[in-house]
Each structure stands twice: as C-alpha cells, then as structure tokens.
C-alpha cells in the first residue's frame, strides 16, 4: 500500500500548491513512483492547471483525468455517493504508486469551514493524514490583488491553527504537520512557537506532537507575470522581447500625467498603463528605460482604442525597446483592475517560478525529516530526478564557488538564478556589471548573491597577464601579449580558477568546445599521473546512471590513453556515488576475436590493471555483455563485471560519440556533460544547444569535482 498524505488548508489562497510541489519534489529523492490526487476539482474531465504542473513533477505516466475524484457538482448532487467514487479512483493511483500527494480542493464555492469538513473527511476515509496549510496573508475578499494583502499576527495564525484542529479531529482526520505559507518573515519564530503551543493545548501525547514549519512569503511567486497581464487584458503585443513575458508585475503605476510627472513616479517591475493617445509619455517612459536611470518597469501597457500614429511607429521601429509593450481597448480603469486581478500561479510554463518555489520549500521545511515521517522506503532504482537532487545535495554540502564567463548569455543567467535560489554554489558571473544586472532584472532573475566581475577589471587584469606570460614564457609570451589575451573571458575564468579566486569554470553556452578548454591546456594542466584530459557523460537512464566515456574529446585514442581514460572515468564515476565497474568496449568479447582495434583494447585493459589493481574491469568485450546479464552469462561467464558494469569506455570518439547520442534519443536517457577528467581543477564544456537545466546540472557536477580538491 503506498504511502499518502493530504494537503489541505482552511480557506483558499493559502498557497497550498506550493506545498505539494515542495513534498512532490521530497518525496521524488526517495521513490521515483510518486502520484498526485485529486478527490475534488473544478471539473472531472481532467482540466486542472494545478494538478498538471504537479504531475509535470512526477514520472509515473499517469494523465490528469484518471488522478481526478470528482468534480464540484457530483460533491453537491450525492455526497456519499461522491465519497464512494472518490475512494475507488484513489485507490487505482494507489496501485501504481509508493507514495502519493493528495491536493485539497480549491475553496471555489462553498464557506471554509464546511469544506475542510469535506477534506478531513475524504482524509480519513483514504486513511491518508493531513498537511494543513494556514495562510500568512489575509486575502479574503481580494484574492491576489497586487499589495492588497496584510500579513496575519501570530495570534491570528494560532486562531487558525486552533479551528482547523478541531475540524479534522472532528472528522477523525490525523493531523501529520502544519505549514504556514507566505508568513511574515521577521515573524517566523513567534509563529511557529504560537502554533506549536495551540497544538499542546490539544494535547498532552507527546506521539500525536507535529512539526510546525514557516515559509516566508515571496512575492514574486504571487505576482502575476507580464504573460499573465497580457492575457487578463486580452491584449496584443506591439513590441519588446518576448523572453521578458515571464517577468513578474509587482506594482500598477497610472501614467495619467505629463511625461515630467511621469517619471520620478516609475516602480521597480511595475506595469505603467500609459493613455494609447499620449505618445510623449510613451517614448519618455521608453527612454527612462535605455537611459538605466530610472527603475526598471516590467511593461508598458497602451490603454484605449486609438493607433499609433505612423511617425510614432516608426520611431518604436528604430529604437527597438525590449520591454514589452501591450495594447488593449480597453479604458484606464477597466485595465487597472484586470491588472490589479491577474492571477499569480505556479504552472507549466513558468520554470523558474517553480524552481524559486522549490527552492523556497527547501530552505524553510525539514524534507528529511518530511520523507521521515512519511515512512516512504528509499528504492533501489535511481532516476534522472533522484540523481539530479543527489547532485544538487552533495553540492550543497560543502558550497564551492563556480565562475561563469558567459554572463551575456540569458540561460546563463537563468541557471545562475536556480542556482544561488537553491544554495547549490556560489558564482562569480563574467560581465559589466551594469548590463548583466540590468539583463537579471528584466528576466526576473535574482542576481543579488552573485558576485559580478568585469573581464577588463584594472586590478585583476595585470596580475592575471604576469601569471600567464609566466606560465607561457618558455612560448615567448611577453606580458603585454598576455594582457591582450587574458581580456578573452576563457582566459580570464580559467586564471580565476588558477588563482584560487574560484574552485571551478562552466562555459560553452557561447562558445566552442575549443574556446573553453584551450586555456585549460595551457594553463590548468592535468593531474599527476595522467597523460590525457578526456570526459564522461552521465547517462541517467529510468533506474540507473551510467558512465560513458571518452565521448567528446579524443578522436582515436592509444592503448595508454585509453588505459587514462578507464582510471579517469572510475574516479568520476566513483565522486559521484556510482560504484566503478569498468567495461572497456570492443565489437570483440574476450578471446573471441582479433584484430588491431581488438588488441588496443586488450593491451589498455591491462594497464588498467596494473595501474589500477583494486579496479573491477573487464575487455575487450562488447556492450551487450556488458550491459545484459544474459549476454553475459553467454559470453563471458564468471565475470564480476559482465552484465553489471557500470562505466563504459569506448574504444574511439566516433564511437562512443554516437552511442551516447543514441542512447540519449531512443531510451530517452539525460545525458550530462560533457565531464572534462584529468585536469587538476574542474573546467567543464557546454552544448551551444544548452538548455538551462543543464547549465544547472553542469554547475552542481563541477561544485562536485571541485570538493574532490581536483578534477577527477
């Protein structure tokens, strides 16, 4: 029977969404068969935002419509019959599941006390306890109006705590923890010590004493988006980037006034609505923000049914704004309250919005402690999302600092963003830094813990080029050519590293392959002991991650180099908590065949072994003896590596190139990296295609290999 709990809160706007990302997100580190709920939705067919991006977090396959109870009109028509159905769709979820997160109604239509009734109810029908959510902010009868909120006391919050209690001990619902969302932060002690001293009062069993937990309020996480403006006014886009549509809107400013009382008026991400017919207010308003002397504004928004003129046009024409700005018909007041009553959600489409709340999560809730009480065993199976949080846990552990050169680069930043947001390192970001904040801000990217640092910086530069034209004398590299070169962000990131002024470099996104790893020869060098700098990719496929290596950096190894490769691709194999089993890959297995590509194979198999004598390897032999315990037994029985191995050495480039990408393509397998391996500190390579996800991977694995104290 799979574990569950319910999530559930005492009115609506408690941010419970947040909540179950958050335990989705804990409970997947543990168990990769994690399902989502929904005894009660708006519809029955499957048409639920929420419970789509919760499933999005998810990999049991499951659709919307079969994680549906029912909806809202089967509750009201026949209660009882409603339960009866509830329970009987929940437990075909259950079925297919280790542990499954139950999403509370949404307070659409009925008062708040009687509908946490229904929930503790279907709670202790279900047998699943109870996560109750208490809203920090008190949002009756406003919504989510921009700054229309107060934040709750202590004491009202304890009040709150008190009535949902005695609702689901009235309906013999088990209460298994209390979150406080969207709390005052300066107030979080005081609230949980309040809550905690309610529960006391309830009682005296020490074993029915639950955890209180308090997250901040964010309100970014709240705050519609520019999208979510545009579509609330069912406007039109006239100009600006579209990358800046995800940007959050956290003020309303009414440019009802000259342009000269305009503008000392500008809000930090505010929306101005700007009278269509006022077109000075326009270009001033537009020229505040290419001046960078005036907050940034997330968009301008061109209220009323009237045309830009053809002069105005034009001139939008060839200044190009990038902030986005919408028209609409309607009338100035009409547009504020659309604006004012936008909805702010966690969705699909917002990425980085659902990484801040994640982030947010972990930071302000025990997940160890979580999964804990949960009771949910830890699989042996390791999937891509499993190993992905191993990486970003083992990063946290001991923080290392990672320079970015790339700093021009909007995935570079948003990957930044993820990564100071979830405590994985801390970076040093390769830019001016005007421009490279400036850019944070319109993307909606918090930058504030980043260290920002020009590649032309007075003082780093000449240190840099006396360091370099000596490390590159013996090439005749005076230091007036090294200051030239140093400049190149490459260089620069790589002395940075060099220097001890950071543990790490991940660039590429930008860049060729070359670009990035060329001063790395020149200047980081490899490790005692090994002739070569190669790479791996970390092949997480549905149950397990694998090693596959050289596949980006030698063409055509030697036996010697090879034998470097195997010993290399161990040791990362081994810092990223995969027990090394080495098969040194040929389309020959053991004394089967012959040839030169065979011998190269069988000589760098030996030297593994004498190099390497406690290292598991076998070779030449083919992958699927490799990989298959049938084949293995077939072809190569007794072996303590066939059919089990674990790191894949390939015998030439062209190989193992194409089988990473094929594999990648037809197992649907993450492949990160690639992993550079033998330098004596970590410099990693991104693809061009990059997505930010795995600029985030790339990052958390050189953190990782820096903690070694090399580059494994």
């Known amino acids: 029977m799979a574990k569950s709990i319910l999530i559930t809160s005492i009115e ?6 947040l909540v179950a990302l958050g335990v989705i997100d804990a409970l997947s580190r543990a168990t990769a068969r994690v399902g989502v709920f929904r005894p009660v939705s708006r519809t029955s067919d499957g048409a639920d935002d929420v419970l789509e991006m919760l499933l999005s977090r998810t990999q049991v396959g499951l659709g919307a419509a079969e994680c549906i109870g029912v909806g809202y009109d089967e509750l009201h028509a026949d209660p009882d019959a409603a339960l009866g159905r509830i329970l009987q769709r929940y437990r075909a979820v259950e079925a297919q599941c280790d542990a499954v997160v139950i999403l509370g109604s949404d307070y659409t239509d009925v008062a708040a006390p009687a509908e946490l009734g229904v929930n503790a109810r279907i709670a202790a029908n279900l047998g699943a306890p109870v996560l109750l959510v208490l809203g920090g902010r008190d949002t009756a009868g406003h919504g989510e109006r921009l700054g229309a909120t107060e934040a709750r006391t202590p004491a009202q919050l304890g009040q709150l705590a008190k009535l949902g209690m005695a609702e689901l001990a009235q309906e013999r619902a088990v209460l298994s923890a209390i979150v406080v969302n969207r709390a005052d932060p300066a107030q979080q002690e005081e609230i949980v010590a309040t809550i905690s001293a309610v529960r006391g009062e309830r009682s005296t069993d020490a074993a029915e004493e639950v955890p209180v937990w308090v997250i901040p309020e964010d309100r970014s996480l709240v705050a519609p988006s520019v999208r979510g403006v545009r579509t609330a006014l069912e406007g039109r886009m006239v100009r600006g980037d579209e990358e800046l549509l995800d940007r959050e809107v956290l003020d309303v400013v009414i440019a009802g006034m000259s342009m000269v009382n305009v503008l000392p008026r500008l809000i930090e991400s505010s ?4 009278p269509a017919d006022r077109e000075e207010v326009l270009l001033a ?3 505040a923000q290419a001046a960078g002397t005036f907050p940034s504004i997330a968009a301008i928004v061109l209220n009323g049914p009237f045309a830009l003129p ?3 046009e034009r001139l939008l024409d060839g200044l190009g704004p990038r902030v986005p700005i919408i028209a609409t018909d309607h009338g100035t007041y009409d547009t504020t309250v659309r604006i004012m009553n936008a909805p702010g959600r966690l969705s699909v489409d917002a990425p980085h919005r659902v990484g801040r709340a994640l982030a947010l999560f972990e930071q302000n809730v025990d997940v160890p402690a979580l999964i804990a009480q949960l009771g949910v065993a830890r699989s042996d199976v390791v999937t891509p999302l499993m190993f992905q949080y191993e990486l970003f846990d083992r990063a946290r552990t001991e923080r290392r600092t990672i320079v970015l050169p790339e700093g021009g680069d909007d995935r570079v930043l948003r990957a930044a963003g993820a990564v100071l947001a979830g405590g994985i390192a801390d970076l040093v970001i390769l830019g001016e830094e005007a421009s490279v904040r400036a850019r944070a801000i319109q993307l909606g990217v918090d930058l504030d813990a980043a ?6 910086d007075p003082e780093l530069v000449p240190r840099f080029a006396e360091e370099y034209a000596r490390l590159r004398a013996h090439k ?8 030239d070169t140093v400049t190149d962000v490459s260089y620069f990131g790589t ?4 220097l001890g002024l950071a543990d790490g470099m991940v660039s590429g996104a930008a860049h060729t392959t070359a670009h990035t790893i060329r001063p790395a020869f020149e200047i980081i060098k490899t490790r005692p002991g090994v002739s070569v700098v190669s790479s791996v990719f970390l092949m997480a496929l549905a149950d397990r991650v694998l090693v596959y290596g050289d596949c980006a950096v030698i063409p055509d190894p030697t036996s010697e180099q090879l034998a470097d490769i195997a010993i290399s691709s161990a040791a990362t194999a081994t810092a990223f908590g995969i027990d090394p089993r080495v098969a040194m890959l040929s389309y020959s297995t053991g004394d089967s065949g012959s040839g030169a590509e065979v011998e190269k194979v069988r000589t760098a198999t030996e030297l593994v072994r004498e190099r390497a004598p406690e290292l598991p390897v076998e070779g030449p032999i083919q992958y699927d003896a490799a990989a298959d315990a049938a084949v293995a037994r077939a072809k190569l029985p007794g072996s303590s590596v066939a059919g089990r191995a674990t790191v894949f050495v390939f015998p030439d480039l062209n190989t193992g190139n194409n089988t990473y990408k094929a594999v990648q393509r037809s197992a649907g397998a993450v492949a990160m990296g690639p992993v550079l391996q033998g330098l004596n500190k970590p410099i990693n390579d991104l693809s061009r295609g990059a997505l930010v996800e795995d600029i985030v991977n790339t990052i958390a694995i050189t953190a990782i290999q820096a903690q070694q104290g090399s580059a494994s």
């Open 285 to 287: 308003t537009l020229l």
């Open 12 to 17: 609506g706007h408690s941010g419970k969404s």
């Open 451 to 456: 260290r920002i640092v020009s590649p032309a």
């Open 310 to 312: 053809e002069p105005i």
């Open 476 to 483: 005749g590299v005076t230091v007036a050519q090294a200051a």
């Open 271 to 274: 929306v101005v609505v700007v």
């Open 495 to 498: 002395l940075m590293v060099h």
